[in-house]
């Protein structure tokens, strides 16, 4: 039988409820029970894959080619269940799907309505494509009583009603706001945040409190008594020093506890945690430190690189190192003399991007890196600069550009027309719309044997997940290699680049896929962990 649990916000946004929800999947997965987590966000975007980084941050891409919500990698950073297209929902796939249907005729000559015809939509979603899953966890985008979040709340209300209330359970995750003048936490915005969440017809059967200090045992009892739960259902979401410590702390507060207590489930023994207090232990006691420098375009708003902050720890668990980030804009270097900021680094990674702006700092970047023998990680983006500015300096082909920024002489890097997805031919033009249609997904590499990411992997035949409408043209590949760029990864029909790298180089690769988004804390990416091992040999010669 599956239990569904609904995870809702309030008081303000960004309080992390896909990192709650996460940290929840995890604690259920330790007592053995098989999870499934989805994200239902109100935006009217089909998906995020339009949005800019500053307003949405990363779009995180699963295996079989979806654009969703960057809580999606907390779900599977956490649990290790992959991700799929039926997870991510939104206010604009849904709406969407209703209007096909009523242009097809499917409603027989209804008047189609918010209700019932868009929340059966959203019901159907949150059943559709699943299997033995012991627990599915939805969490809710947006906070209570944005008027957007609406259909969304009637669509769980409904839905608690139609399984049964040992069926549902209704997760709230609100704020605590100390006030120094007052020397107390106050309640008042948990009770409102409840009580406007019963309006909607939901009443929350657990509380999770964000708080910066212990919950004093009289404020818990107060919430409880206003928002109508038991005491030991007020369950404190503690600030922690890593987002690694967060299910450790919800048991010992004894979320999970009351979770299964919830649905009569058996509540004897401890979860199994090992694995995250070995994480944890790593994380409070490396064994040295070194400092990446990453050269990105969105470096004001760090949620664009999410994914990539947690695989380059994962790197440094790997080794049992911390990794300090030194977070700079690539528009910086476009000023000879900022390449300073990058002389006492261990290691520089360049990330993906869109667009002109910065990219002149990225090439700048990876120069630095290939003269100054640093090792260098360039993803996506950061290995088609990579690539141009090898064929600039080592080739001689001083226009050598990409036809994302203009139209160069020489285009090293170009617009994919057609690839190969499985048995089909995909194609694009300039005119095709922007949403949904880059390579997306998992697809296949192989690997030149005795390589350098041949012997990361361990293997020659690899799959990684790709975001990218722009591609290293494979026609300057031999006059690159002559040059000593070797072209390691290829597509298994050798016409489109997957891996380039250096040999003579301590660490030089640029990957056109993004390894970032298939790395855990637990099960961290070869190519993240050789990273950080090149910048401890590095950190011995700076």
């Known amino acids: 039988m599956t239990r569904y649990i609904f995870i809702t916000g309030g008081v303000v946004s960004s309080l992390g409820k896909g990192l709650a929800s996460a940290a929840l999947g995890a604690l259920l997965q330790a007592r053995g029970y098989k999870v499934r987590l989805r994200k239902l966000d109100p935006y009217l975007n089909v998906d995020p894959g339009t949005m800019s980084p500053y307003q949405h941050g990363e779009v995180y891409v699963t295996d079989d080619g979806a654009e969703t919500d960057l809580d999606l990698g907390h779900y599977e950073r956490f649990t290790g269940v992959p991700a799929r297209r039926g997870d991510n929902i939104t206010t604009g796939r849904i709406y969407s799907t209703v209007i096909a249907k009523e242009r097809r005729g499917d409603y027989l000559g209804a008047t189609v309505q918010v209700i019932p015809h868009v929340t059966d939509q959203i019901k159907d979603f949150i059943r559709a494509d699943t299997t033995d899953e012991d627990f599915i966890l939805c969490e809710i985008g947006g906070t209570v009583g944005d008027i957007e979040s609406t259909p969304?709340?009637?669509?769980?209300?409904?839905?608690?009603?139609?399984?049964?209330?040992?069926?549902?359970?209704?997760?709230?995750?609100?704020?605590?706001?100390?006030?120094?003048?007052?020397?107390?936490?106050?309640?008042?915005?948990?009770?409102?945040?409840?009580?406007?969440?019963?309006?909607?017809?939901?009443?929350?059967?657990?509380?999770?409190?964000?708080?910066?200090?212990?919950?004093?045992?009289?404020?818990?009892?107060?919430?409880?008594?206003?928002?109508?739960?038991?005491?030991?259902?007020?369950?404190?979401?503690?600030?922690?020093?890593?987002?690694y410590q967060v299910?450790?702390?919800?048991?010992?507060?004894?979320?999970?506890?009351?979770?299964?207590?919830?649905?009569?489930?058996?509540?004897?023994?401890?979860?199994?945690?090992?694995?995250?207090?070995?994480?944890?232990?790593?994380?409070?006691?490396?064994?040295?430190?070194?400092?990446?420098?990453?050269?990105?375009?969105?470096?004001?708003?760090?949620?664009?690189?999410?994914?990539?902050?947690?695989?380059?720890?994962?790197?440094?668990?790997?080794?049992?190192?911390?990794?300090?980030?030194?977070?700079i804009d690539s528009e910086i270097f476009e000023d000879d003399s900022a390449v300073q900021k990058l002389e006492n680094v261990h290691g520089i990674l360049v990330p993906g991007g869109f667009g002109s702006r910065g990219t002149e700092g990225k090439i700048r970047a990876a120069q630095f890196a290939r003269?100054?023998?640093?090792?260098?990680?360039?993803?996506?983006?950061?290995?088609?600069?990579?690539?141009?500015?090898?064929?600039?300096?080592?080739?001689?082909?001083?226009?050598?550009?990409?036809?994302?920024?203009?139209?160069?002489?020489?285009?090293?890097?170009?617009?994919?027309?057609?690839?190969?997805r499985g048995n089909m031919l995909e194609k694009r033009t300039e005119g095709t719309d922007l949403g949904g249609t880059m390579r997306l997904g998992t697809y296949p590499a192989k690997l030149v044997p005795g390589s350098k990411v041949?012997?990361?992997?361990?293997?020659?035949?690899?799959?990684?997940?790709?975001?990218?409408?722009?591609?290293?043209?494979?026609?300057y590949k031999e006059r690159l290699e002559k040059c000593g760029m070797l072209f390691s990864g290829l597509s298994p029909d050798g016409e489109l680049p997957e891996i380039v790298e250096i040999p003579d180089h301590p660490w030089f690769i640029g990957v056109q896929f993004h390894p970032e988004l298939k790395s855990k804390p637990f099960d961290p990416h070869p190519l993240f962990t050789s990273f950080i091992k090149a910048a401890i040999e590095q950190s011995r010669l700076v």
């Open 152 to 243: 969304f709340l009637e669509a769980i209300r409904q839905f608690g009603n139609e399984v049964g209330p040992e069926n549902a359970l209704f997760i709230h995750l609100t704020l605590l706001p100390y006030i120094p003048t007052a020397g107390e936490l106050k309640t008042k915005p948990t009770q409102h945040s409840v009580k406007e969440l019963l309006g909607m017809g939901i009443q929350a059967n657990i509380l999770l409190c964000r708080a910066d200090r212990p919950i004093p045992e009289n404020e818990r009892k107060k919430i409880a008594l206003f928002c109508n739960i038991r005491p030991e259902r007020v369950i404190a979401a503690l600030d922690v020093d890593s987002i």
């Open 247 to 327: 299910p450790i702390s919800y048991h010992e507060e004894g979320f999970d506890t009351q979770v299964l207590e919830y649905f009569g489930l058996p509540t004897a023994g401890k979860p199994d945690l090992s694995r995250w207090t070995n994480i944890m232990e790593r994380v409070r006691k490396p064994q040295g430190e070194v400092t990446i420098a990453v050269v990105g375009k969105y470096t004001s708003l760090l949620d664009s690189y999410k994914s990539l902050a947690e695989a380059l720890t994962h790197g440094g668990i790997a080794n049992n190192v911390k990794v300090k980030l030194d977070w």
């Open 371 to 420: 003269e100054r023998k640093v090792p260098y990680f360039g993803i996506c983006f950061g290995m088609q600069m990579a690539v141009i500015e090898s064929a600039r300096n080592m080739a001689g082909i001083v226009d050598a550009g990409s036809t994302e920024l203009g139209k160069p002489g020489n285009p090293v890097v170009g617009l994919m027309t057609e690839w190969m």
């Open 454 to 475: 041949a012997e990361v992997y361990g293997m020659t035949d690899i799959t990684e997940r790709h975001r990218h409408r722009y591609e290293v043209n494979v026609y």
